[in-house]
């Protein structure tokens, strides 16, 4: 806990239409009534003061009308991505969509045809699998090694499993599950496989801004700036501001022929405005979190270090040691328990909601994933319950 930032303030996110406290039962299935919703990807903790104050703003200014002029969104964007990333992007390279999973729509129908096939590292989050199929396309699942509880990207198996129709590899980076952060090497050898093979290279760098200290994210364009012209970079203020509802999303696109077949895509949607309160969070907090987020990572730390500590402690669970992000990825395998044994246990008896492993694909049959970004009293109880109900 810092003095500045209070992340273990109680706040009651039910009856909020918080699709993590008040849609789980609707989603998921039968939860008892005290159940600890660990499974989608927001926090529960209050955003930065400037992400507040630019919405009482707005309040008090009262007119909420479309919105325009992008100069101090991509202003406060670009400052941010080279102070905390080195990255120097050009006002030109970008577009805005309505948050990352439209942007991943819209580069598969960008850049394939109904039937190609789009390379992704198993398991890996679901709707990458999930929008590539909505859209009638292949869904090339590469299964990760895990090596000693650490996930490693098989290139070899990826190359036997692509063909002339596969036409790009989506690459998730920090990687959700599992919370690797690729080294500069792991990156370098995904951009020249995409090189040998002509193949486009999506990165969705979405959660590069809550990595644990140890590690250190590359933009993967950084990696190899003469291979700029096939890589597509998602990237985007919700996950690191926890401002998800504002569903605001950053495309960089330096090729100027892959992005205009983005840009008619995006013109063929319909949706060519942005969300205006989304757009007006993003910039308070690229412009003005960076204090907040700086308190967030270390308390993020010590939930993940607390995590790790009494999952060590109940027999047959394993936390992967996650790098980044603050969905904890465990694997259930040696509890010697069928899935939907553990599913029941966690719903019944644990009273927890987390993401079932087999929906991230391939590797993911014997994992749930947890959120842990919740308040360590609430985490304390969630873990206290865990391992009541497999220690
Ligand atoms: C890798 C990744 N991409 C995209 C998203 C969601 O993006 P958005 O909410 O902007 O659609 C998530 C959410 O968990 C994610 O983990």
């Known amino acids: 806990m810092t003095k500045d930032f209070d992340f273990d303030e109680p706040i009651d996110r039910r009856g909020t239409h918080s699709s993590k406290w008040d849609a789980f039962s609707g989603r998921l299935g039968a939860y008892p009534e005290d159940t600890i919703p660990m499974w989608v990807a927001d926090m529960d903790f209050r955003a930065a003061p400037a992400v507040n104050e630019a ?67 198993a398991p890996v989050y679901h709707m990458f699998a999930n929008t590539i199929r909505a859209n009638d396309r292949r869904a090339v699942e590469s299964p990760m090694k895990n090596v000693q509880g650490r996930y490693e990207m098989d290139l070899e198996d990826l190359s036997a499993r692509i063909d002339d129709r596969t036409k790009m590899v989506m690459l998730c980076s920090p990687q959700n599950p599992g919370g690797r952060v690729w080294t500069e090497e792991e990156l370098l050898a995904v951009i020249e496989f995409c090189e040998e093979r002509d193949l486009i290279l999506i990165s969705d760098e979405i959660h590069q801004d809550l990595v644990y200290p140890g590690a250190k994210h590359r933009v993967t364009m950084n990696v190899k700036p003469s291979a700029a012209d096939r890589i597509v970079t998602l990237l985007a203020p919700t996950k690191t501001f926890n401002i998800a509802g504002g569903l605001t999303g950053v495309v960089a696109i330096p090729n100027e022929e892959l992005r205009a077949r983005f840009e008619k895509r995006k013109a063929a949607s319909g949706a060519l405005a942005p969300n205006r309160l989304g757009l007006l969070v993003s910039t308070a907090a690229y412009a003005e979190g960076d204090a907040w987020l700086d308190a967030l990572v270390p308390y993020l730390q010590a939930s993940r270090d607390r995590l790790d500590a009494v999952v060590a402690e109940i027999p047959g669970l394993r936390s992967m040691h996650l790098e980044a992000t603050y969905l904890a990825w465990i694997d259930f395998s040696e509890t010697g328990l069928s899935f939907e044994e553990i599913d029941e246990r966690l719903r019944t008896h644990a009273r927890i909601a987390v993401n079932p492993g087999p929906s991230f694909g391939p590797g993911g049959e014997t994992f749930m994933r947890f959120n842990f970004a919740c308040r360590r009293a609430i985490l304390d109880t969630a873990l206290e319950r865990l391992a009541a109900t497999f220690g």
Do not use: K
Request: aromatic share 16%; charged share 20%; with cysteine.
């Open 55 to 121: 919405l009482r703003w707005a309040a008090d200014h009262g007119v909420h009308g479309y919105f325009g002029d992008f100069g101090d969104f991509h202003r406060a964007f670009l400052d941010f991505m080279e102070r905390r990333h080195r990255w120097r992007g050009q006002e030109e390279w970008l577009i805005t969509t309505h948050g990352l999973v439209n942007a991943i729509g819209l580069c598969v129908q960008a850049f394939s045809e109904p039937g190609d096939g789009v390379a992704i590292f």
